[in-house]
C-alpha cells in the first residue's frame, strides 16, 4: 500500500515537471516569434493584398468583324511603354515624404533639395540652443562658431528601419532684423557600405527629421503653435459649456 502511495505520487510529480518545462519551452518558442516579427519593419513600406493580377494573361490584339465601323483612333488611350528606373513590387518604398513643422509660432520653414531653411524669432534662443538638443541625441559637433554648426558622424535611427544610417549635418545662421534664418543640410549619409547621398527621399526623411526633432525640443509648451483644428475643437467645447441650460430645483426643495 505505502509503496503503490509512493509510485503514484512519484509519476504525479515527474508529470507536472514535464508539463512545467514544455510549456517553459513553449513559452521561450513564442516569445521569441514575436520578437522575430516585432523586429521586421517592412509592414511598414509595402502594399499588402491580393496579388492575382500579376498572373492576368497578355491581352489579345482586337480582331474587328468586316462591315463594322470604329471609332477613329485617339493617342489619348495609348500605353507608354517606358522603361521603369528603380525598385518595384515588394522592394518598393511606400513611405510619404516626411515634411518640415515648425512648431514656434512666428516661424515657417521650407525643405529644398536636401536642407530645411526656416526663420524663426530671435526672442526664442532656437539657435543657441541647438546644440544641447544634438547632444541629447548623441550627434556630437565637430567644429562651432557663431553662425554655423558642423557634427561628427551619428547614428541615426528610425522606427521603420530595420538598420541605422550614420550621417553628419552642417547647420549655417543669418541674422534678418529680429529674426533668424536657419538652414540644416545634411552632408553625408551612409548605410552600411551603401552611399544614400544621390537618393533624394533618403536625404529628405533624414535631414528633416532632424530638424523636427531639434523643433520638438527647443520649442518650450508656452510657445508652441496650437493646431487650427484644435483651436476650432476647444472653442467649440466652451461654447457648447456656456450654453448648457441652468440645472432645474427640484420642487420638493422649494419653499
Do not use: H
Not at 533624414?206 to 520649442?219: C, G, H, P, R, T
Amino acid at each position: 500500500m505505502l509503496n503503490s502511495t509512493l509510485n503514484r505520487t512519484l509519476n504525479l510529480t515527474l508529470f507536472k515537471g514535464n508539463v512545467i518545462k514544455k510549456t517553459a519551452v513553449l513559452t521561450v518558442v513564442t516569445s521569441l516569434f514575436i520578437v522575430g516579427c516585432g523586429s521586421d519593419q517592412n509592414y511598414k513600406r509595402e502594399v499588402e493584398g491580393n496579388e492575382d493580377y500579376l498572373k492576368s494573361p497578355t491581352l489579345k490584339p482586337l480582331i474587328i468583324p468586316e462591315g463594322v465601323s470604329v471609332p477613329a483612333e485617339s493617342g489619348d488611350f495609348y500605353v507608354v511603354k517606358t522603361e521603369v528606373k528603380g525598385e518595384l513590387g515588394k522592394k518598393l518604398d511606400i513611405r510619404p515624404p516626411i515634411l518640415p513643422i515648425p512648431t514656434i509660432q512666428d516661424a515657417f520653414a521650407i525643405y529644398n533639395n536636401g536642407s530645411v531653411t526656416f526663420n524663426v524669432p530671435l526672442s526664442n534662443n532656437v539657435w543657441d540652443r541647438i546644440p544641447n538638443s544634438l547632444n541629447k541625441k548623441n550627434i556630437f559637433i565637430a567644429s562651432r562658431d557663431n553662425n554655423s554648426i558642423k557634427t561628427n558622424k551619428a547614428f541615426m535611427v528610425r522606427a521603420d528601419e530595420n538598420r541605422a544610417v550614420e550621417a553628419t549635418y552642417s547647420m549655417t545662421r543669418n541674422l534678418v532684423g529680429d529674426t533668424e534664418t536657419i538652414t540644416i543640410s545634411i552632408t553625408s549619409l551612409t548605410r552600411g557600405t551603401e552611399d544614400l547621398i544621390s537618393q533624394p527621399i533618403e536625404v529628405q526623411r533624414y535631414v528633416v527629421s532632424l530638424f523636427n526633432d531639434i523643433m520638438d525640443d527647443v520649442a518650450p509648451d508656452s510657445v508652441r503653435a496650437v493646431p487650427r483644428k484644435a483651436q476650432d475643437k476647444e472653442a467649440e467645447k466652451e461654447n457648447t459649456e456656456g450654453k448648457k441650460p441652468a440645472t432645474a430645483v427640484s420642487g420638493a426643495n422649494q419653499e
